[in-house]
């Protein structure tokens, strides 16, 4: 149907983008993952598992990274809690204020990543938003310190960021129910209260799957909202990879954690879409 | 026969059949935004009847059905069941079930499990909702497919599970909307037959939306014409189709002739055809069924006789339906036996009595 010439300059060039920004920084970090430093730091090309054995000998990386997928768990957890029942409103209950409730859901995406986490900062800090008003209202007399450099503040960060990212396929996935089908259930005599737990939830599974998932793998890998808002105690494996590609110029061992985290996330992402399609039925 | 032909008589078939009345659907009307979708629909459905809806998309036919089943809310009117207002309890307190037009089978649940959904959020003991969905697939012949979802089995036979989920909880009324359309037309007929012997067997009152004239003859006890939200004609489809009550349902049942006269002094002329009628003087219009005209063969009857020229003949199997135009312009369509008329000038014949006067329907939006 197409000519060759065609088929040609269709493909290549995402091809060619896919390889040369994609699968060569791949094979790269695969390769460094297994070269080593030496004590003049330069890189000694030798083809060792002294960076695997490292990650799991050193506590502070094994640590780090429990600590990492515990926050992206809660972080996960919160957004389903937060994002469920407003998905639930926004696809039956919302009428006709759908369209503008849907936007305002959106509308905080378009706002920069590091606004909101600053916005937070000046919230949570020992002089912010919330301990002013809590001293003033004479509920505490001194500020609460647990509020900002902490896995608290990390997670509820993130939670605030990415609860919209599980909104929308939980929404969506609401939106793919047949409402005929909330009708049989009333019809056969099924309350509202069941209708949602023998119908509903399980037909929105693919949605939360989906919004799990994004909640989860993006809190994962997260730096930025440890580094202004998670002190010593919130440090996420994506810091340390940080330091260790910059500061520590160490890239052998920074190389090794970013693929044991790679082979997590894609590990993650195909258990997620294997239950997706185990739930989904049209 | 000496039939009476006054509108009175059409009045009497709108009375119930003789059994119990099982629903009363009591002038019920529904308005969106500003138009009338139903007006004052007044109903009895009998115990263990089959009852149609019939009328044309728009009609209002699934709305007064949704009304029923409780998805919509009427604006005024009321429904009673015995003693019991239905009304006023949400859908899932009713003794009513629904067959949905796509069936609205659960496609996360099984056959075997769709069917049980009534049982189970009625918790009844697990032995017995085992007995009774065995019992409900054995009816409608669907206990090989038990374990299977709904997404495998073909459209007669989710049609078949969506029946059974309804029929196991033992409903009082059964409601179906339009269960059969999505149907090819072997299967809807074969569908037809099975339906109305299950009805028969089962004994629940069934209340069956349809907009199809031949669906509604077939299968039918009795037969609620619908149109633009008011009810033209409730009666059983023999007396809807020999004794239609205005010109809407005349047409909309089967093909018939249309004629418009005038009365004076017990005599209708339309056109050139005149005959002898007991009706007040004033202008009138009458149904006269194709295969109620003849080709004259003898003079010596009263029939009403007229001379036509053969337009078009159409065939239809066993009969042929031929469009024949009398010399003052009037067209008539005759119901033939096959092998159609050889002649081209034809002398057609009518026994005035099959001449049914109707009223003629108000044009409503």
Redesign the interface.
């Known amino acids: 149907m197409f000519s060759r010439r065609y088929k040609a300059v269709v493909t290549v060039p995402p091809l060619a983008w896919v390889a040369f920004f994609l699968l060569l920084p791949y094979l790269l970090m695969f390769c460094y993952s297994f070269w080593s430093l030496s004590p003049a730091q330069t890189i000694v090309h030798s083809w060792e598992l002294t960076n695997y054995k490292n990650l799991f000998r050193k506590s502070v990386y094994w640590e780090t990274l429990l600590r990492s997928i515990w926050i992206a768990a809660r972080v996960m957890l919160f957004s389903l809690l937060l994002g469920y029942p407003l998905a639930y409103f926004l696809s039956f209950y919302a009428g006709k204020r759908k369209d503008l409730l849907y936007q305002m859901v959106i509308i905080p995406l378009w706002v920069s990543y590091l606004v909101r986490a600053y916005a937070w900062k000046t919230i949570l800090g020992s002089d912010g938003v919330l301990n002013t008003f809590l001293q003033y209202v004479h509920l505490t007399n001194r500020p609460l310190d647990f509020l900002l450099y902490s896995p608290f503040a990390v997670v509820l960060t993130l939670t605030h960021i990415y609860t919209p990212f599980t909104i929308l396929p939980i929404y969506a996935s609401l939106e793919h129910i ?1 409402r ?2 909330v ?9 509202p209260v ?1 209708t949602f737990w ?2 509903i939830f ?2 929105s599974i693919p949605g939360v799957v989906a919004g799990a998932t994004f909640a989860f793998v993006l809190s994962l890998g997260d730096f930025l909202a440890p580094m202004l808002l998670g002190g010593p105690s919130g440090i996420m494996i994506s810091n340390i990879v940080v330091t260790l590609f910059g500061a520590a110029y160490d890239w052998p061992l920074g190389a090794a954690i970013s693929l044991g985290l790679l082979v997590i996330v894609v590990s993650l992402l195909f258990a997620s879409e294997r239950l997706e399609k185990k ?1 989904s ?2 | 026969m000496a039939l009476q032909t006054t509108p009175a008589a059409s009045a009497k078939t709108t009375e119930p059949a003789t059994r119990p009345t099982l629903l009363s659907v009591r002038n019920i009307a529904k308005n969106f935004r500003q138009n009338a979708v139903l007006r004052d629909i007044a109903l009895e459905i009998a115990e263990g009847e089959f009852l149609t809806i019939l009328g044309e998309s728009g009609s209002g036919k699934t709305t007064l059905l949704r009304i029923i ?3 919509e809310s009427a604006a005024s009117g009321e429904l009673w069941m015995g003693s019991e207002r239905l009304d006023v309890e ?4 009713r003794r ?3 067959v ?1 037009q ?1 069936y ?5 649940l099984t056959v075997e499990q769709n069917v049980a ?2 049982l ?3 918790r009844r003991p697990d032995s017995e909702i085992r007995q009774r969905v065995a019992e409900a697939l054995e009816k409608v012949k669907m206990t090989a497919h038990a374990k299977k ?1 709904p ?1 495998k089995i073909s459209g007669g036979q989710q049609q078949r599970v969506a029946l059974a ?2 029929l196991v ?1 033992r409903p009082r009324l059964l409601l179906l909307d339009e269960p059969l359309s999505a149907l090819d037309a072997n299967l809807r007929r074969q569908m037809q037959v099975e339906l109305k012997s299950l009805q028969r067997e089962v004994g629940i009152a069934f209340l069956f939306v349809t907009h199809d004239q031949e669906e509604a003859m077939v299968m039918s006890d009795r037969i609620a014409l619908l149109r633009s939200g008011e009810l033209e004609q409730v009666a059983t489809p023999r007396e809807i189709y020999s004794r239609p009550a205005t010109a809407y349902v005349a047409q909309f049942i089967g093909h018939t002739n249309l004629l418009s006269g005038e009365v004076r002094s017990g005599i209708v002329r339309c056109g050139a055809l005149s005959w002898h009628v007991p009706l007040p003087d004033g202008p009138a219009l009458f149904s006269l069924r194709p295969e109620n005209i003849r080709v004259s063969t003898n003079t010596t009857s009263n029939n009403v006789r007229v001379t036509a020229r053969v337009l078009q003949q159409a065939f239809h199997g066993a009969t042929e339906l031929v469009r024949a135009q009398c010399a003052d312009g009037l067209v008539l369509v005759v119901r033939t036996a096959s092998g159609g008329l050889a002649q081209e000038e034809v002398c057609l014949e009518f026994n005035p009595a099959d001449a049914i006067p109707v009223r003629q329907s108000p044009a409503r939006n």
């Open positions: 047949p005929n089908l009708e049989a259930s009333h019809d056969l005599g099924a309350s069941q023998k119908v399980p037909l739930w039925f049209s | 089943a409780g998805f949400p859908p899932y307190r009513v079930n629904t949905f796509n609205a089978l659960f496609p996360h959904y009534g189970r959020v009625a979802k997404s989920r309804a909880n």
